[in-house]
Nanobody, 116 residues
């Protein structure tokens, strides 16, 4: 069974940085697609970034230039480096995975709060 566990969330001041991690188990990691979503209170879950099995990345415009997605196939892990954080980045961040498409598997989420 595929399991995803996020870590690295917390409270940070505006302009600060955080690095989220997603540990994946029970999967053929090297061929699985990965991504990050986030959900703020009262809002729908939204896509943040994706990375293919081959390492091709995509980030949404609202975080472009600030967030970087990466994966380490040797460690069965995915990361989201978040720089220049803004209060509007405050959300619960979820990692997701799938062989054909994202969304087949989800982590439990990690809270990121950007506030002074």
């Amino acid at each position: 069974q595929v399991q995803l566990v996020e870590s690295g969330g917390g409270l940070v001041q505006p302009g600060g940085s955080l690095r989220l991690s997603c540990a994946v188990s029970g999967a053929i990691f090297r061929i699985i697609k990965l991504g990050w979503f986030r959900q703020a209170p009262g809002k729908q879950r939204e896509l943040v970034a994706t990375i293919t099995s081959g390492g091709l990345t995509n980030v949404v415009d609202s975080v472009k230039g600030r967030f970087t997605i990466s994966r380490d196939n040797a460690k069965n892990s995915m990361f989201l480096q978040m720089n220049s954080l803004k209060p509007e980045d405050t959300s619960v961040y979820f990692c997701t995975a799938g062989y054909e498409a994202l969304g087949a598997y989800w982590g439990q989420g990690t809270q990121v709060t950007v506030s002074s």
